[in-house]
């Protein structure tokens, strides 16, 4: 098999930064946001590109949503600007009962426009310039770039991936350096779908802990952890309280990307110092969404609520993409050699081929299988010769996608 | 008449800055945020305080959004970062034909989370640490925190208060050195209800354009001018093209503040790289806002839809009020003195009685009058000794509002 160094170009994008601040014009535009821009002009294409699951906001939340449109006038006016109290309320309730962790509604959370927003406000409020900050490699892009906006540097600690991309606790230490500042760790894990255990995550807040560093945990994928795999939250650990600063969403669990809606959990001083850049950015979370996020979690109860239905039935669906898109993996073994993801909705394969380039791979399957993957490299080094493939896609999508890629891949075998 | 020396004490946040970078650790919390904090410990106050006016979204908005929330599921899904097109096309659209502006809905402009999360972003795109940024005194606060925030200097250019809070064209020239980066401008403005001319305006665009500075325009209240005067937008002088980035929002003329919507109109080169931080920070704005803030760009044709009707009765109402709240003031001569605003909803009386602080007053009148005033000097240094008054609460609350200051200024007088 032999697949010829691409032809493609990536998008070009207009690099004359004059004038432009540092902490911007140096972050590079990711391949994630990239491809969707290349892929919109290629006709017909499917996606297993972009973290968007094909289902749709439930019922029970919209229709919550429009009787308060009908009823509630306060549903287009600013809201407080740490939040509305009763969602406020809900969240600590829903911290507490689902995961044991003991939040004050009045002072250690927030709302925030997605976890997103709270973490990159959160990296600007901690991070000073130069201030070194560990992240796993490969790494959510996002948080690579909110990393460089706050015009820090973000050190790579390369996962190991053949032991299911596992995290290397010596190689955070050795990483270690007075200007170490912080940690950022995504778990349930993007791209690699990884699920860190209880162990290697009291092993990092030891670190934490004893070098007096601020781990910032984007918990957006915290329900979704597939075959009963016990889930450890970095929230439950006591003695990282005034360390810790947790990010969560209501994007993926409720299906509620676009509502742009998610909290922060943090000591009432970080909370307090936070809460300047939220009110610079934002002033609050768009108030209907903190409406549907309230009704969310009101049919939440962890029993048999209409939420935790909700919830079940998706891991249960997802589950069951996982399951298809490995085996379609595994008849791609001349092609993609991958770790069987634990959690979130992502699988990071290796590319088989020597000599392949992610981004080369990522170019050929859009323009000659007209299938959406994003390169690897774009998640840190370590994401070099890797590709994420999203398996929330409808199953008819992601059956028609590896189709396309096992002909496509045929040409070569 | 005297007043005392308030005995009252600010509200206190925690100070432990620890760990915090700087870009955070020195922006102070504004007064516009602590006031409605420490009001909600006062009961049954009433508020002239906050910059949202009393009217709710309107009706042929919600009804778009329902229906859209019953059958489209895009609307819970992520939209493509910079917005979605046709709300991009619509906003191109009525930029050309209520203004004159030509704007490529490609290329150079984008959809963001109000007009707050885009001028957030340019300053953070365009500042760099140390970089001067000139901006009127008294100025809206959270410009100046957004300023600190890029670790820029603010440098405050007062405004001739005795003019009408007129443009000191004269006073910007003599601030410039050779860190000048750029202007920020609100017009009209927050929180003096100032509205400057267009010779006023090309003065400082000439300006601007011979030291290659950006101009920062913030035009929220674009649409929100009295006695028919006419309304001048930077956005309309060709030679600043590649200079300016003006800001709008939903918020005000569509009575939408909390759906945190807005756009950003600049050069494609400026936009690329705003567009940065937009993806760090909010991915996209609420898809549910864009449906909306589409809705309500369909319905306002220049003419008689239902929009233009709506905006229509919106002026006249808040005429009204201005009407109402400066004969009020007229009244309260002893202790306050006013230039009459021109636009937006805000009206900035100097204290009359020598040797009482603005945020003293307030205090005094949250605790003994209960009713809500911004103190001035949160709006720069020229905004001591005034106090910052909406006028966008409904007319029996502004009554009973002054009623109440009427009642406490008598016990002085």
């Not at 053949?162 to 190689?171: A, F, M, T």
């Not at 969310?296 to 935790?308: F, I, M, R, V, W």
């Not at 085996?327 to 959690?343: C, I």
């Amino acid at each position: 098999m032999m697949i010829e160094r691409s032809v493609y170009k990536s998008v070009g994008r207009n690099e004359d930064a004059t004038g432009i601040a540092r902490r911007v014009a140096q972050i590079s535009v990711s391949a994630i946001k990239q491809m969707p821009v290349l892929a919109s002009r290629v006709e017909g294409c499917l996606s297993l590109g972009q973290g968007i699951p094909s289902f749709a906001t439930p019922p029970f939340i919209l229709e919550a949503v429009i009787e308060a449109l009908r009823t509630d006038e306060a549903i287009g006016k600013y809201s407080l600007q740490p939040g509305m109290p009763r969602l406020k309320e809900a969240i600590a309730d829903r911290l507490r009962n689902a995961k044991g962790i003991q939040a004050d509604p009045e002072s250690e959370l927030f709302v925030s426009c997605g976890a997103m927003e709270a973490i990159a406000a959160t990296l600007s409020t901690v991070v000073e310039r130069g201030d070194e900050v560990l992240l796993p490699s490969p790494n959510y892009s996002s948080h690579i770039e909110q990393i460089l906006f706050a015009e820090g540097v973000p050190v790579f600690v390369p996962l190991i991936e053949e032991e299911g991309w596992k995290l290397d606790i010596d190689g955070f230490k050795n990483k270690l350096t007075s200007r170490t500042k912080a940690i950022v760790l995504c778990n349930p894990m993007n791209p690699t779908g990884a699920v860190f255990s209880k162990e290697e995550l009291l092993a990092l807040a030891e670190i934490a802990v004893s070098r007096g560093l601020f781990i910032i945990a984007d918990e957006a994928y915290d329900f979704l952890i597939y075959d009963d795999l016990p889930y450890f939250s970095l929230a439950s650990i006591p003695e990282l309280r005034d360390r810790l600063i947790a990010c969560f969403s209501f994007s993926k669990m409720y299906c509620m990307t676009g509502w742009r809606i998610g909290y922060m959990v943090a000591s009432a001083r970080v909370i307090d110092q936070v809460l300047k850049v939220h009110d610079a950015f934002a002033i609050c979370a768009p108030t209907i969404s903190q409406y549907a996020a309230h009704a969310a979690l009101k049919a939440t109860n962890g029993l048999d609520g209409e939420g935790d239905r909700f919830i079940k039935t998706l891991i249960k669906e997802l589950s069951a993409r996982r399951e298809f898109a490995c085996a379609r993996l595994d008849m791609l073994s001349h092609l993609f050699h991958y770790e069987k993801p634990r959690g979130a909705y992502y699988v990071f394969p290796r590319i088989v081929p020597e000599g392949v380039g992610d981004m080369d791979l990522a170019l050929r399957l859009l323009y000659e299988a007209r299938v959406i993957t994003i390169p690897g490299s774009g998640f840190g080094p370590t994401g070099e010769g890797h590709v994420r493939i999203s398996f929330g896609a409808a199953r008819e999508d992601l059956n028609r996608a590896f189709d396309r890629i096992e002909d496509w891949a045929g040409i070569y075998k």
